[in-house]
């Protein structure tokens, strides 16, 4: 049965940080390395996503062409990867030829079959200035169901509305400030809707026509709620052209000039990057896309589950040939001490600068995985901090795995020259019960996508190898007698556990594993040995073999947190300082003087009579419940009082910039007057008013706390 994952295409727009990487590529690394350990036939592709506006427009604004800004970044990213252990198969690239032919036949095949297409001539956003037909992501205006002045083209970030560009009232293109005007053009789309049912179907049942193709109940709740919230409201038709001299050419005559949009392409890389793996490896790519026994998981973050789980399988099975995806485990977002990654104001850290900054830190690619492993966002959003990555590193790697080796390598070689003891002891022991148990329940763990419950699995046998040597205690028995058979027991079992946690570390922290199989003078990890070692342990028979000889294990992991040497610690500090200063930036950038002299501010609206303003009823408020909105990750529900013994409801876009349990008794200034509606099922009866900065930060517009509620701002 093979095994195709697949990792969301990175942008080559840019370098990654953290929390890209706990979000698509370290689970999806964990659970390549481990099926491979299991003797399966797996295939990891990914590859750089290289079309797209926003490459054109930074090539514009930096007068340089959009090849030199994907060949930067491309090999930025691919090097960053693999100095940190990413083990894929194959990463491509959409700007080669193959990926143009791949996507491009796969258009192809659609227009023939008819019915899948929409074509339409519409008015669409031009930016004269720039010469360029705006992406709805690069048009800002006023959201005409909520009022928010700040929302997008494609979606209001307060009420989290879907949009079009031609709803926003008083639209500006973010690139130049100026109203745009609108231009006539012809696109292709998709017909969304028109597999809806399918898609329903697939979701909740996981079948199709009738016969069951994936298990839901092994999918994350948070996965099948996003994908229902958007099917519930109902599909519409999404192009998949633009009017762009960036990206694949449409194959259609009367396309002349415009390219596949970069949401339709994007994904249909995985083809592309499989083709081009099995032609330089001599295999069939049929074999794994159009193969109905094929496992296909796509690894992604929660902002990509709409492509992944709702339009891309809708595009599948409108081509028909392709097989669909069994999970698609998305993790939440990770910030980066308590906020979301900024590199405007230097907040967070970019993989590469960590693989430059930590390449004197011992077994510092497997610190940060192992940092990020243990605090990986699988059910909610998560927060790095060098606090924690210290924590996890002295804790579980120094003081458990570490210190576990050095004691086990030490005393080996003290009592028996460095061979493993013969035992009369070992099948259906307890230490051979405690490794099949510990490999089974992280097998377990990692098949159902739960990889921060595996790696405590792995602690927690670290932890029963250091009790079991303490309480067993071999150097007490040799004082008494050194010949004493009980000193060979443990030491074998010892050695055992050893084997079993060099093993099964492969997953997690590669390179520490192969250092400790280097300890032990076993050969690198292959494919299969983890299968084997659970065949061997069900079987009784041992890890690593009477008169096998060992090597000494030394300080695997000094401490960052060191009472005589504090090198490391200075290694972290560096970080702490630069957080300081990013601090400081911050601060000063929200006082009034440097708001004054920013110069991205949004441009003024066009002007209003005292009339129109007058119409508005601004009162104070304060907010008594907040809670989130079950299906949505970025609407709250909360009550006010109005004053005068009036509550509202009021739904809010603010889930991602604030805590409900920290708004209750917050002052608040709401528009008592806008029309309700509903949205997300839950009805709005008044808009809280925000400000927001360059970088997306929210704050409330508060009155006084002890101000009074139901009085009129004006």
């Not at 491509?92 to 001539?121: A, V, Y």
């Not at 907040?347 to 605090?375: Q, S």
């Not at 070692?533 to 300080?555: F, M, P």
């Not at 002299?597 to 303003?613: G, S």
């Amino acid at each position: 049965m093979p095994h195709l994952l697949t990792s969301a295409l990175p942008y080559a727009n840019g370098p990654l940080h953290l929390g890209h990487l706990a979000g698509a590529y370290l689970p999806a690394d964990i659970y390549a390395r481990y099926l491979r350990l299991m003797g399966k036939d797996v295939l990891w592709v990914c590859g750089s996503d290289e079309h797209g506006a926003a490459i054109t427009l930074r090539a514009k604004k930096e007068g340089i062409t959009p090849r030199d800004i994907i060949d930067k970044y491309h090999t930025l990213n691919k090097d960053s990867f693999a100095a940190l252990g990413i083990s894929f198969d194959y990463y491509h690239r959409t700007s080669t030829p193959l990926h143009h032919e791949t996507s491009q036949e796969f258009f192809r095949t659609l227009d023939r079959k008819g019915g899948e297409f929409i074509i339409r001539n519409t008015e669409q956003f031009y930016d004269p200035e720039f010469k360029q037909f705006l992406a709805d992501r690069y048009i800002k205006g006023t959201c005409p169901r909520c009022g928010f002045p700040d929302a997008y083209g494609d979606q209001c970030e307060n009420c989290g509305s879907d949009l079009s560009p031609n709803e926003l009232i008083n639209p500006v293109s973010t690139l130049s400030g100026a109203r745009p005007e609108l231009r006539e053009t012809k696109h292709w789309y998709f017909d969304l809707a028109k597999h809806e049912d399918f898609l329903r179907t697939w979701i909740q049942e996981g079948t199709v026509d009738g016969k069951q193709v994936h298990d839901p109940s092994r999918w994350k709740k948070h996965v099948i709620g996003q994908c229902m919230s958007w099917l519930n409201e109902g599909l519409q038709p999404r192009a998949i052209t633009r009017d762009l001299d960036w990206g694949i050419s449409v194959p259609h005559p009367e396309a002349e000039g415009k390219v596949l949009y970069v949401w339709f392409d994007a994904p249909i890389g995985y083809i592309s990057s499989t083709r081009q793996w099995c032609l330089e490896h001599g295999r069939d790519w049929k074999d794994y896309w159009q193969n109905p026994e094929t496992e296909l998981v796509h690894f992604i973050g929660k902002d990509n589950i709409v492509f992944h789980c709702l339009i891309f399988p809708a595009m599948l099975r409108a081509h028909g040939d392709y097989v669909l995806p069994k999970n698609v485990p998305a993790n939440q977002f990770l910030n980066f001490e308590g906020d979301k990654f900024s590199k405007s104001r230097g907040w967070g850290i970019e993989l590469h600068e960590y693989v430059e900054e930590f390449k004197d830190f011992p077994n510092g690619e497997d610190a940060l995985r192992w940092a990020l492993i243990r605090n990986l966002p699988e059910q909610q959003d998560a927060d790095f901090t060098w606090d924690g990555f210290t924590e996890y590193y002295d804790k579980d790697l120094a003081d458990k795995l570490g210190n576990f080796l050095n004691r086990v390598t030490v005393l080996t070689h003290k009592f028996f020259g460095g061979k493993v003891p013969a035992t009369a002891i070992w099948a259906e022991s307890q230490v051979q019960v405690q490794l099949a148990e510990s490999l089974g329940q992280m097998a377990t763990h990692i098949e159902a996508f739960r990889f921060k419950d595996a790696a405590t699995t792995f602690v927690e046998l670290a932890t029963f190898g250091n009790t079991y040597l303490q309480e067993a205690a071999p150097w007490s028995l040799a004082k008494t007698d050194p010949d004493d058979p009980r000193i060979a027991t443990v030491m074998f079992d010892c050695l055992q556990i050893a084997a079993a946690l060099a093993l099964t570390a492969h997953p997690f922290v590669p390179l520490v594993s192969a250092k400790v199989r280097t300890v032990l003078k076993q050969e690198i990890v292959e494919n299969g040995d983890w299968a084997l070692a659970r065949d061997q342990l069900a079987a009784g028979r041992a890890l690593i073999e009477t008169g096998h000889v060992i090597g000494k294990a030394g300080v695997l992991f000094p401490k960052i947190v060191d009472r005589k040497d504090d090198s490391l610690q200075q290694i972290i500090q560096r970080q702490r300082d630069k957080l300081t200063a990013a601090l400081a930036t911050r601060d000063a950038a929200a006082t009034p003087e440097s708001k004054e002299i920013t110069a991205d501010l949004p441009p003024t609206k066009p002007e209003i009579t005292f009339d129109d303003f007058s119409k508005l009823d601004l009162r104070t408020a304060t907010i008594l419940t907040a809670e989130a909105i079950k299906k949505s990750n970025k609407l709250l529900h909360l009550t006010i009082d109005l004053g005068g013994g009036e509550t509202r409801s009021v739904v809010s876009g603010i889930a991602k910039h604030f805590d409900p349990a920290d708004l209750p008794g917050r002052a608040v200034v709401v528009v008592s007057n806008l029309a309700p509606r509903k949205m997300a099922g839950v009805p709005s009866e008044a808009m809280i008013l925000m400000a927001e900065d360059g970088e997306g930060n929210l704050q409330f517009v508060s009155p006084p706390s002890d101000f009074g509620n139901g009085w009129t701002v004006r």
